[in-house]
């Protein structure tokens, strides 16, 4: 096996396959990741944006149908509160309600203890649907509940705060229709004083089914907070109102949800991480302000960036049978193209065995390797002749350096024979020289007593010598001018008349 992987990879194509499949697969990789990277963002942000605008979907619609019930309770307020003389009339207001709001389930007038002296210490007119939304018919009663309505919560509370508010239902009070909210709206007399609640109610099964039917993803869900932090809608009905999601954080025993939990409660807005169950989930949530509640869309982590995991795996499998190809496909390119340079590698092979009359066949290829091979050719059939013509020349080369010795050796004999004829006739200019200068100098210092005999004897003298000078001046000048030829011998008559 480790001979075979040393072989294969002495290919010279398995080589450049190798590397040309690991450049591309690092380039391919550095490219993926970013596109991945920015894929996944903007697929994250996509998600995020969905999830959100379900979140406000579904907030709208909650504040659509509790703003069809503000609607009609305030409308039925003002006849209420200017017929408090007439008891006997809130069973007809009540019905009225009851039949302009098909979505309403119920709804209660209630008075003050003893608002009536004709009437019960405590006077309510409770109308409600017994068989649900989805029927007409209405019926009244005179009680609401099991215990006194002045401490329930739908009439103390607002009764306290003398103002609107809704009121999640109360798991502890056994009515007609259980889970229930109700919008209770003060009542006043004329100079301002609480005199009762109108109360009006909504299903929240009705609610539930309709906020609940809205998933971004196939296992998500909306869920509705409370400001108590109790749950009016989730689809486990096991978690409505029976307890604080504190307590059910505090048994998932992960800190996000408590976290998370606190900023609905904060009124905040966003998004989160949290485990629940061994699970990842993203909530996003988000504040109702009409009741005060927060409403949270809870997505599984896995389906949130569900076609960005499954769009990454099919995207690697594609790369893998992608890069395999172009492996194989240039490991046979690469041993198409190499084909000739083998045949090349044979024929060097057998030229440097002494073999040059190897035959090499032309290529017809217009590449670079087609240029190599037709030029490796022409060298091999050219290098024959090459080596013959350095045989000639070698040959040449070996008669001129005999001839060159003979005539260096000439070169320097005439050379000696000029060194010594220079010496001679410096030898023979130094005395005319010596006597001339003399001569100048006496003439220089005594030419005024000298008589005019004597001056002439001594200026004939120095012309003599001047002569004698320029006659071997002009035999100098003749050597020299024979010098530039270096063959050239001095003639015998020269060096004798110099001596």
């Not at 809704?166 to 009515?175: G, L, V």
């Not at 037709?374 to 008669?399: P, R, T, V």
């Not at 010795?405 to 320097?412: E, F």
């Not at 001339?436 to 220089?444: F, G």
Request: proline share 4%.
């Amino acid at each position: 096996m480790g001979s075979l992987k040393k072989r294969a990879y002495q290919s010279l194509s398995t080589r450049i396959s190798v590397r040309v499949v690991a450049y591309a697969t690092g380039l391919l990789l550095v490219a993926l990741s970013v596109v991945l990277y920015i894929s996944r963002q903007e697929a994250k942000k996509g998600a995020i944006e969905e999830a959100t605008m379900v979140l406000d979907g579904t907030l709208l619609h909650i504040d659509n149908t509790l703003h069809q019930v503000e609607t009609g309770t305030y409308n039925m307020h003002w006849n209420v509160e200017h017929h408090l003389d007439d008891p006997d009339i809130m069973v007809t207001y009540c019905e009225r309600l009851m039949q302009a709001n098909p979505s309403m389930i119920s709804c209660a007038v209630a008075f003050e203890p003893g608002f009536y002296p004709q009437k019960d210490s405590l006077f309510i007119v409770y109308a409600y649907r017994p068989n649900g939304t989805e029927d007409d018919s209405i019926a009244i009663e005179f009680k609401y509940g099991h215990t006194p309505y002045t401490v329930q919560e739908w009439y103390a509370r607002p009764k306290k705060l003398d103002k609107p508010c809704w009121i999640e239902p109360d798991a502890n009070e056994k009515t007609k229709i259980d889970d229930i909210i109700t919008f209770s709206l003060p009542l006043h007399d004329k100079t301002g004083k609480f005199v009762g609640i109108l109360g009006t109610d909504i299903d929240t099964d009705w609610l539930s089914k309709t906020i609940l039917s809205v998933k971004p993803y196939p296992r998500s869900y909306c869920a509705l907070l409370s400001k108590n932090g109790k749950y009016v809608i989730h689809p486990d009905t096991t978690r409505l109102f029976h307890q604080t999601v504190f307590e059910q954080g505090e048994k998932q025993r992960d800190p996000s949800v408590s976290q998370v939990i606190k900023k609905m409660m904060n009124g905040e807005e966003g998004y989160m991480d949290i485990e629940m169950d061994g699970k990842e989930f993203v909530v996003f949530y988000k504040p109702h302000e009409r009741a005060g509640w927060s409403a949270a869309v809870v997505c599984p982590k896995d389906e949130l960036l569900d076609d960005y995991d499954r769009m990454w795996f099919y995207m690697l499998i594609i790369t893998g049978i992608g890069l395999t190809l172009v492996f194989v496909l240039c490991i046979l390119t690469v041993k198409h193209q190499l084909h000739p340079l083998q045949e090349l590698g044979a024929t060097v092979q057998d030229m440097a065995e002494g073999h040059f009359n190897t035959p090499l066949p032309e290529s017809k290829r217009c590449d670079e390797i087609g240029h190599l091979q037709n030029s490796f050719q022409k060298m091999q059939q050219s290098l024959a002749a090459y080596i013959k013509q350095a045989d000639e020349l070698s040959a040449s080369l070996k008669e001129r350096n005999e001839n060159l010795s003979k005539t260096y050796q000439q070169i320097m004999k005439a050379d000696r024979i000029k060194t010594d004829f220079l010496h001679n006739v410096t030898d023979q200019i130094a005395s005319p020289m010596e006597r001339i200068k003399k001569n100048a100098d006496y003439l220089r210092e005594n030419y005024r007593a000298m008589s005019k005999a004597e001056v002439e004897k001594i200026v004939n003298a120095i012309r003599d010598d001047s002569d004698i000078i320029t006659t071997h001046l002009n035999r100098l000048l003749e050597v020299a001018l024979r010098s530039e030829d270096p063959t050239a011998i001095i003639p015998n008559d020269l060096i004798e008349t110099t001596a």
